[in-house]
């Protein structure tokens, strides 16, 4: 479709000849057809075939007969938005009831429209089936085919192409291969990419008309997509319809065609062509009507209504034509404006004569001229013409099709400002935004046109007379003026808000008009399709508003209260007042409605209100309705809400309106010109005069006052009479006509109205309704508060004892985990009740809507659902709300009287059930949906299958994220119930990722006082759709999620605005009931979850605002001591004057002072060190206050809005888009866990202490696998090196390795590692939270990276010194082998004949051998094995320990386990321990925490006193038996801890001293035993100095003896390595074999070549042996790191394996072991995973890494080989050249020369290498054979290399339960250590006080609790367990969060190892250490998976 470019007004002659020709319609309504100037007409609405559309006749007048057309007897019949033909082959397509182009396959070329085309996009689509290409006899005559679609199957494509457009142009003529779709259908797994460039071929192929689909056509994408093609191609088309003919009728078509036969003839004389004619189009009717607008500017010429039989005078003829335009009704319609003003040219409506249908009249001095002309469609065009031009200038032609929806407008775009500069293209888009912002002034925008303001006042024409001196006034008194007549008027402004309405779908009409309504305008009524004229009544748009107002009973009382009402407007039953223009006249019937209505606010458009025009296409006909709504206040105009309804236009000629109107009113008000029976009003006067109906008849020519004609029935004239006088007269004479029994006008009945549309008739609409009532239908009649209750059950009592039970448990005191159990069951057992309700009626009917209905359709359901349900409830609320407003204001009356009686409390009892009633009765959607989420938890939360079938609750989040999506609001927080529902917002928002993917949002939330305006600022700002309506205050936080508009996006970071709004703080329903609580609660949530937050404060109330920043600014706070950062406005709402800039300075001077004194009081209850608010967040007073004005202009309930309040709800809107821009926001799935992380906080009273930022978590725990990453690649890159750098070292190549050479080496490595982390922490979308953590991983890495060099370095250093300690021992190998190869030599030669089996060469070698080794090792000293048993006796003996004690530690090996021991009540000495106890028993009682305990305390008394009356001999028997039966530990577990800690200290200081020793270099010496043992003994006496105990003597012997065992291995393997290095007979035993094989082969006869090479091949096996493993020792650990799930991840996931493998493995002492010292356990772990993966789960990889390097070692031998020969060769070399250039380019083997005295005879090197490649093969065979044992015993083991790299992280233990952090980083400050498997502390040895009762609570449980601790054992301050990190520094430094002990695990370890953890501690599971009966239900499994749970929080 073209442009409009053309600015002729429109109508004119100058018009673009280019015009709309498309079918229209509404969403349901009947369609339109438009028309282009060219012969080729398609109109199915006028079509021959369809019948003509006409007006149809109420009444027939003198004789006429009644006339009915075809189309108005099928009412019903809608015309189709689009047409379409499908033609092509019947195997292309699959129809059966799920295609949803086409679902059947009878009544073949017949029109069908199709419903299933009509749910999927809400057009009415007509689908003729012409398949299989009948003949041309077969098919109908069609007309108007907007598009035929080709068919054709893929691979069949090219051939059925041709056939298929030869067969439309022989049947349907040619020309119409534009108005051809090619679509190429396909099987489901097809491919059709071919098809396309085969097509292509062909000339007459449009690639943009092809379109691909599946045969069965069920998919909805690929048939939207196929029509918004045949959109673009009819818009482009033109005409936009085929309408051509079948080719058999061609000839015929032309004929009838014939212009000849439609020539018109046009009489013009003379005089006519001066003065114009007067023409009169005669209507069907016969009554002649005068087109024009409704009201019009001054400067027109009157108007006066004539006789039809007066002769036209002269005086006439000279003023203008009269036109009068005959219609088919027969009735002449004078077409003018509503009001005009004198001097327009006068055009007179007359009585009609009957004439013949159609005659067309033209008056001329007189003389009548008769033509035959029917002129019905060329009115029809000419409306088209208007309406398109209308559209074109507004840019909406495209609209008027494709209906703008409210998804186009929920979009955050720029601020509407309020300039000069709006373009006329832009004038409808602005219109909605602004009205969308309750900014009435949409109405009158300035418009630029043609690059300058059309200005209403500016724009002055020139008279053309000539100015001159001499007195000459002909410009004074000339008419002519010089005028553009080029240039266009601009748009008037009900033609804009009209235009958009007919452009605009069903949703945005509803909320267009809700708007409109709110802005206190007239609402449109009935509305005249603006081409067929077709009436509709829009009352779905009407369905959304309610009115409110108040009505005093009996106004005769001074004291009489008003009632107030409040109901949706349809259902509203009030008396209708309608005005009627009859004829036309100067004064104006909508001024003067105006001031019936509100003086001082102009509810209808009149032709005073700025950007009045005289043309308006849109307004004739349309008829619309205001209500006055009382205060209930005195001297109102009416008591009582009325409607006023106005007729647009002049009646005369709208007389379907008006008698619908007539027929509806109370009262009917008549303006005319004259009273007259020669009027052509007179008719209608008489008609209303002599009906019923109360009518008041006002009179322009008239200046008589009011006069009742008779009864019910008055006059009234306006003739030189004020306004204001007028309009009181008026109302008078209305109150007193309303006053008697009167008609009531219900909005709901014009639906039972015959002859006009009701919008609400559409099927899809129908469909939705029927849907809802069968809903609503269930809960009628029922009393409201009692609905939620009988069918929401869920929601209810369940729902809020469900949550007080949980937040119980974060309260909880006496035998926590027994307690907590008992409530874990309370709240399952709620769950199973509610899963047991789930199913009511009223959900299910509900749900299966949701589910079944297609996307209209639901969306009409859920809007239907609202409608009807506020309906049933609106009573019962405002009678609620009237009494509940009563009885507060009798309660305050009372408190200010200080009346404390018990009336005051009767009154506030009463009050608090009213609001109980308030909050029953408030039934809307929202709680549906609660029920919704409460039926999904309930369901979820049961893990055993319920009989509810799962896909019916699963499917609820994916339904509701759907309507979150398309921009519903969904609540976050019940407000009822004070909670969030965490699993339902949790799957919701994960169903949103799904749909739209992890979408960054901006959260925007509000906080604020109840009924301070949050919701309407919200709704205002973004055009939001939050409730404002009286009784429905917002309740708890609803979240709606709003798109960025494109022309945003690009400077936005973020796609989505989510705005939260929020229930009121200091809520008066929640008054007495801990608001204070409540209000911290909601802040904090709100603030912490927005990344702005607006904070809304109303009015000018020191205290109320004083109590609003006390509550936000601690919520502040607690987001600054968590380091969440948000921003920031306050809005200071209904200030007086926001103008006053002196005042608002001093305003925000005060507030930045009442903000610092807030900040500092918070600071003090938050322990936070804050001088000022600016401290506590970033903020400006300057640019973060916004004043407003009050939001109406006036007193409600008539007032309309602030236009001022708008403007500010741009301004603050503009800031907070400036500040957002700054944001990136946050993914929706941070958002996700961020809810839970605050509400599971807020759920603690110490919110600081308790949150835990899950998504940080998070995120630090992937960063954490990416720094494992990293630290693998440059850990084995470093191992490589070492790899490399051991054979140089070993074959003396290499004496110094420098730290800066393995820099270099490693530097490559190291900068890749480097743009790998800038990589991740800047482009990882979650990089706004890394880059807090960068700047430590990078020291981390670099710390790493030069430590593991230095530590590389270290241990090249010490093979360096190995390799010079043995130097002397190397000069004397080198003699070895020289002797002993001579004296294998000699040997061989003389036994060569003599000796002749291999046994006996075998004794004779080994005979001579021991003599040889005598011989040549008679001057070396042999070194000897250590005796390490001896010499740990001998040294405890030296240091003065007795034998006994040393023989009878060993023989019981009790120090073994030393460090794992339950108890070391043992080793103290018993005497003083007595004393000490004795001194602190007063202490200990007086300090008991509880009866049970002091009980408790008393029996450990006993114990331990009768305990040591045992040992001394005195006690009873009966106390001995007693004494047997208690436990016997009265140790406290403070000092056993510390034990433990001095064992664990002594041995890692001792391994590290003994690890210093250089014993592997110079060997083993006793004297480093004697230094631990005095090491040891140092450390205990230092210990025993700080006690009031001492330990015997057997401690210091069981401890020496632990240590000496954990420092032996070491001791032993370092001293072997010295053995083997130095001594000379190991070393020639090691060459025994060697030697034999050379005596051997020499015996063989064998030459030097021969032997030289079986001794190379010797070498290189053992070499080549150790390459290999050490490299797959690399390889293997290697390809754990990386693919072994165990040693994969983060140390965290390292525990979790360790924690699976001990449950699996179930056995005890591995427990403790684990429990007791972590580390070792998870070392053996990883030892023993490592044997596993290599001998038994993934043996075959493992060979398979061996075997690849055996080949590699192989090869590089083989290239060594080969270079060292030819080098040789070439530089005629001899042997030892030889041997030296092998070796050096073996760079990879460790390979030891060999001497080559003995073998200077060899010369022929190819036979060498040919010797050695022989054995080189059988090397290789061997290497393949190599077992995966030996990997483990070569230098560097797999497990060892794991541990180094696993186990080098935080160690740290929680101080209450002993967990060892999982933090991956060794040292990780500021980040607190962190667990998530804590456990119950007497999993430790941790028992109560003076009790031998272990403790069963887990400190996540403890510190959830009301509970209290001692920091230390012989602390006195009890600290709170909530506050524990004020407990000192070892508390403070870690992070445990209340979750509730959720952990499974450890309740199953102490059911299954009670027996075993009480006889290891001594202690018993009793009393308050009772284990809860609900822990041994847990099973094994049980406990294993919720490991993986806790994993995942």
């Known amino acids: 479709m073209e442009e409009n470019k053309d600015n002729t007004p429109a109508g004119g002659e100058g018009e673009s000849k280019t015009k709309l020709v498309c079918s229209v319609t509404s969403d349901e309504g009947p369609a339109v057809q438009e028309e282009s100037n060219n012969d080729t007409k398609c109109d199915p609405v006028n079509d021959p075939h369809d019948a003509q559309h006409s007006e149809k006749s109420e009444r027939s007048t003198e004789g006429e007969t009644e006339t009915k057309t075809a189309s108005e007897a099928s009412h019903d019949k809608v015309m189709p938005k689009l047409k379409l033909v499908l033609i092509g082959d019947t195997n292309s397509i699959e129809i059966g009831s799920k295609n949803i182009l086409i679902d059947h396959d009878k009544q073949t070329n017949m029109e069908q429209f199709s419903s299933k085309l009509y749910d999927l996009c809400g057009q009415h689509i007509c689908v003729i089936n012409m398949l299989g290409l009948p003949n041309a006899d077969e098919i109908p005559s069609i007309q108007a085919v907007h598009a035929f679609i080709l068919l054709l199957p893929n691979g069949l494509h090219s051939s059925q192409y041709r056939s298929g457009i030869q067969w439309l142009e022989k049947v349907f003529g040619k020309g119409n291969l534009s108005y051809v779709m090619i679509v190429v259908t396909h099987k489901s797994d097809e491919s059709c990419e071919s098809a396309l460039a085969d097509l292509k071929a062909d000339s007459s192929f449009s690639e943009k008309r092809y379109h691909t689909c599946t045969r069965s056509m069920m998919d909805e994408n690929q048939i939207i997509a196929l029509l918004e093609k045949i959109h673009v191609m009819v818009s482009e088309n033109n005409p936009q319809c085929y309408n051509g003919q079948i080719f058999e009728n061609v000839e015929e078509q032309k004929e009838h065609l014939d212009p000849k036969k439609h020539k018109e003839e046009r009489v013009t004389t003379a005089e006519e062509m001066k003065t114009g004619p007067e023409i009169k189009l005669k209507e069907h009717d016969g009554a002649e009507r005068s087109e024009k607008s409704d009201d019009n500017t001054p400067g027109q010429s009157e108007v006066k209504s004539v006789p039809h039989e007066t002769k036209e005078k002269e005086e006439e003829m000279k003023t203008g034509p009269e036109i009068k335009l005959k219609e088919h009704d027969g009735a002449e319609r004078s077409e003018k404006s509503d009001d005009n003003t004198p001097g327009q040219s006068e055009v007179k409506s007359v009585p009609h004569e009957t004439k013949e249908k159609g005659t067309f009249n033209m008056d001329i001095s007189g003389e009548e001229i008769k033509q035959t002309w029917d002129i019905s469609e060329e009115n029809r065009k000419k409306r088209q013409k208007e309406t398109e031009m209308l559209l074109g200038r507004l840019h909406l032609q495209h609209k008027y099709l494709h209906k703008m929806s409210p998804a186009d407008f929920l979009k955050i775009g720029p601020p509407v400002t309020q300039s000069n500069d709006t373009l006329e293209k832009d004038l409808a888009h602005t219109f909605l935004q602004r009205l969308m912002t309750l900014d009435h002034r949409a109405r009158y925008i300035p418009v630029l046109q043609d690059g300058s303001e059309v200005s209403y006042s500016e724009s002055f024409p020139t008279s053309d007379t000539v100015d001159t001196d001499d007195g000459n006034f002909d410009g004074l008194y000339s008419t002519s003026v010089d005028i553009d007549q080029s240039k266009q008027a601009h748009v008037h402004p009900m033609d804009v808000q009209m235009a958009v309405f007919h452009c605009s779908n069903s949703f945005l009409q509803q909320n267009m008009i809700t708007k409109v309504s709110q802005c206190q305008y007239a609402l449109p009524l009935l509305v005249p399709d603006p081409i067929t004229m077709d009436i509709e009544c829009p009352l779905w748009t009407f369905r959304q508003i309610t009115k409110t107002w108040k009505i005093v009973s009996n106004q005769s009382k001074e004291d009489s209260k008003p009632i107030m009402k409040s109901m949706p407007i349809c259902k509203a039953e009030t008396p209708m007042v309608s005005f009627f223009r009859l004829g036309s006249l100067s004064q104006s019937k909508s001024q003067l409605m105006n001031t019936l209505i509100n003086n001082r606010h102009s509810a209808f458009f009149h032709r005073n209100c700025p950007g009045s025009t005289k043309s308006r296409h849109l307004m004739a ?245 609202q409608i009807l349900i506020d309906g049933l409830s609106t009573d019962d609320l405002s009678s609620i709300l009237q009494n509940y407003d009563e009885t507060w204001s009798e309660v305050l009356t009372l408190k200010k009287k200080h009346d404390k009686s018990a009336l005051l409390k009767n009154k506030q009892t009463e009050l608090e059930q009213l609001s109980k009633k308030l909050q029953s009765a408030t039934f809307g959607l929202e709680h549906i949906f609660r029920e919704m989420g409460q039926i999904y938890e309930a369901h979820k939360s049961q893990k055993e299958q319920t009989h509810r079938k799962p896909d019916d609750w699963v499917k609820y989040p994916e339904l509701a994220a759907d309507l979150m999506i398309s921009g519903h609001p969904m609540e976050l927080m019940d407000g009822d119930a004070g909670q969030v529902p965490l699993i339902w917002i949790s799957s919701l928002l994960q169903e949103v990722i799904k749909k739209l993917g992890d979408k960054r949002v901006f959260v925007l939330s509000v906080l604020g006082v109840q009924s301070s305006g949050k919701s309407t600022m919200l709704n205002a700002m973004f055009g939001l759709q ?152 970033a903020f400006d007073v300057q640019k973060d206050v916004k004043y407003f004005a009050q939001l109406w202009e006036g007193s409600p309930p008539m007032a309309p809005p602030n236009p001022d309040y708008s403007e500010s709800v741009q301004e603050l809107k503009k800031t907070i888009l400036s500040k957002a821009s700054k944001s990136a926001g946050t993914t929706l799935s941070h958002l996700n866990s961020k809810i839970q992380d605050l509400w599971n906080a807020l759920m603690n009273e110490h919110f600081v202490f308790s949150f835990k930022n899950t998504q940080e978590i998070a995120v630090y725990r992937k960063l954490e696998v990416e720094y494992g990453n990293w630290t693998w690649a440059l850990r084995s890159e470093m191992l490589t090196l070492e790899n490399e750098l051991y054979p140089r070292i070993e074959k003396g190549q290499l004496d110094k390795v420098d730290l800066s050479y393995l820099s270099k080496e490693m530097s490559k490595t190291y900068e890749e590692i480097q743009k790998n982390m800038t990589a991740y922490f800047e482009d990882h979308s979650d990089k706004e939270i890394l880059v807090q953590w960068r700047g430590r991983f990078d020291n981390k890495i670099k710390e790493f990276h030069e430590d593991h060099i230095r530590g590389v370095k270290r241990k090249l250093d010490e093979v360096i010194q190995q390799k010079n300690a043995r130097k002397k021992m190397d000069s004397k190998k080198v003699e070895f082998e020289t002797n002993l190869l001579q004296k294998s030599k000699e040997l061989a030669h003389m036994l060569k004949d003599v000796v002749q089996n291999e046994e006996e060469l075998k004794a004779q070698f080994d005979s001579v051998w021991s003599h040889w080794v005598t011989e040549l090792t008679s001057d070396t000293k042999p070194i000897e094995d250590i005796n390490m048993e001896e010499d740990q006796s001998a040294v405890l003996q030296d240091l003065g320990t007795e034998w006994s004690l040393i023989n009878e530690s060993k023989r019981n090996g009790r120090y073994k386990n030393l460090s794992e021991a339950g108890n070391y009540w043992g080793y103290i000495t018993q005497k003083k321990y007595q004393k000490l106890y004795s001194e602190s028993q007063q202490y200990q009682e007086s300090k008991r925490e509880t009866k049970d305990t002091t009980r408790q305390g008393k029996g450990y008394m006993t114990s331990a006193l009768g305990y040591f009356q045992q040992m001394l001999g005195l006690a009873s028997p009966a106390q001995q038996n007693e004494g047997q039966n208690e436990s016997r530990n009265p140790f406290p577990h403070e000092e056993q801890k510390l034990i433990k800690s001095l064992i664990n200290d002594v041995e890692r200081q001792s391994l590290e001293a003994i690890k210093n020793k250089p014993v592997a270099t110079r060997g083993y010496r006793s004297t480093y035993l004697q230094e631990v043992a005095k090491h040891v003994q140092k450390k205990v006496t230092e210990f025993e100095s700080g006690k009031k105990f001492t330990f015997k003597k057997e401690f210091t012997v069981d ?152 080949d590699d070692i192989s090869k590089h031998a083989s290239q060594a080989l080969f270079e060292a020969t030819e080098k040789v060769k070439k530089m005629s070399g001899d042997v030892d050249m030889w041997m030296k250039e092998f070796s050096a380019s073996l760079n990879k083997l460790a390979f030891d020369t060999i001497c080559c005295k003995n073998f200077r005879d060899i010369n022929n090197f190819d036979f060498l290498r040919e010797e050695i490649e022989k054995g080189l093969k059988s090397i290789v065979e061997g290497m393949s054979r190599l077992s995966l044992e030996m990997v483990q015993e070569c230098r560097q083991k797999p497990d060892q290399i794991l541990i180094e790299q696993l186990c080098n992280c935080c160690w740290e233990r929680c101080p209450f339960c002993a967990a060892v952090c999982i933090n991956t980083l060794k040292d990780h400050s500021p980040e607190k250590h962190s667990v998530p498997f804590h456990r119950p502390s007497g999993v430790e040895g941790w028992h109560t006080r003076g009790t031998v009762d272990l403790v069963i609570d887990f400190c996540t449980t403890l510190v959830g609790s009301d509970r209290y601790f001692r920091p230390n054992h012989d602390s006195e301050e009890r600290i709170a367990y909530k506050q524990y990190p004020t407990a000192g520094e070892r508390y403070a430094s870690w992070r445990i969060t209340a979750d509730a002990s959720m952990l499974a695990y450890w309740k199953w370890f102490v059911c299954h190892f009670q027996k075993e953890l009480e006889d290891h501690y001594d202690l018993k599971f009793q009393g308050r250490g009772e284990i809860p009966s609900e822990w041994r239900n847990y099973t094994k499994k049980e406990a294993i998976e919720s490991l993986d749970e806790m994993c995942r929080l």
């Open 1599 to 1750: 401890l020496s003896l632990y240590v000496f065992d954990r420092t032996a291995s070491w001791l032993l393997q370092s001293h072997n390595t010295y053995k083997r290095n130095n001594d000379a007979l190991t070393y020639l035993d090691s060459k025994k074999k060697e030697y034999y094989n050379i005596f051997r082969s020499y015996c063989k006869g064998n030459s030097s070549a021969v032997v030289f090479g079986e001794m190379i091949c010797e070498k290189l096996k053992v070499s080549a042996h150790e390459a290999v493993c050490n490299k797959t020792a690399v390889d293997l650990a290697g390809e754990m790191r990386c693919n072994y799930p165990a040693f994969s991840g983060n140390r965290l996931n390292l525990e979790k394996h360790v924690l699976t493998s001990l449950a699996e493995k179930a056995e005890f002492s591995r427990f403790i072991t684990y429990i007791q010292n972590p580390r070792r356990q998870v070392e053996a772990f990883i030892k023993e995973e490592v044997k596993k993966y290599m001998f038994t789960n993934h043996k075959d990889k493992g060979l398979k890494i061996l075997k690849k390097n055996a």
């Open 621 to 865: 006909g349309v008829a619309e309705v205001a209500w006055y709504c009382p205060a209930g206040k005195p001297n109102e105009s009416f008591n009582d809400c009325i409607a006023f309804c106005n007729l647009h236009g002049d009646s005369l000629s709208i007389e379907k309106q008006r008698e619908i109107l007539t027929e509806k009113s109370s009262v009917v008000v008549v303006l005319v010109p004259t009273l007259e029976k020669s009027h052509g009003s007179s008719a209608v006067i008489q008609t209303l005069y002599m009906s019923p109906k109360p009518l008041i008849i006002l009179i322009a020519d008239s200046d008589c006052g009011a006069s009742q004609m008779k009864a019910h029935k008055y006059k009234l004239g306006l003739k030189d009479r004020s306004q204001s006088d007028v309009s009181e007269e008026l109302k008078g004479i209305i109150r007193k006509l309303l006053s008697a029994p009167h008609k009531s006008f219900r909005l709901e009945s014009m639906a039972e109205v015959s002859g006009i549309r009701v919008d609400e008739d559409g099927t899809v609409c129908q469909k939705g309704k029927s849907a809802a009532m069968k809903v609503v239908k269930l809960i009628q009649g029922m009393d409201v508060s009692k609905i939620k209750d009988t069918f929401l059950p869920c929601q209810g009592q369940l729902w809020h004892e469900w949550c007080r039970i949980n937040k119980e448990l974060y309260h909880l005191k006496g035998h926590i985990e027994k307690e907590k159990g008992q409530k874990e069951q309370q709240l399952k057992h709620i769950r199973q009740k509610q899963c047991a309700a789930s199913n009511s009626e009223l959900m299910k009917s509900f749900t299966e809507s949701l589910v079944g209905l297609p996307p209209k359709a639901k969306e009409y359901f859920l809007k239907w659902t």
């Open 1026 to 1177: 939050f409730a404002v309506s009286a009784g429905r205050c917002t309740k708890g936080a609803y979240m709606q999620l709003v798109k960025l508009s494109e022309e945003l996006k690009e400077d936005f970071k973020f796609d989505y605005f989510l705005v939260v709004d929020t229930e009121g703080l200091r809520a008066l329903e929640l008054a007495g009931n801990a608001t204070l609580h409540h209000d911290n609660e909601l802040a904090t949530f709100v603030v912490g979850l927005g990344n702005m937050t607006l904070i809304n404060i109303f009015g000018e109330n020191p205290a109320d605002m004083q109590d609003v920043l006390q509550i936000v600014v601690q919520a502040f706070m607690r987001m600054k001591k968590v380091e969440l950062s948000p921003s920031c406005v306050f809005v200071h709402q209904n200030v007086t004057d926001i103008a006053a800039a002196e005042k608002n300075m001093d305003g925000k001077r005060r507030l930045q002072e009442k903000l610092d004194k807030m900040a500092q009081l918070a600071a003090k209850e938050e322990a936070c060190d804050v001088e000022c608010f600016s401290d506590v967040i």
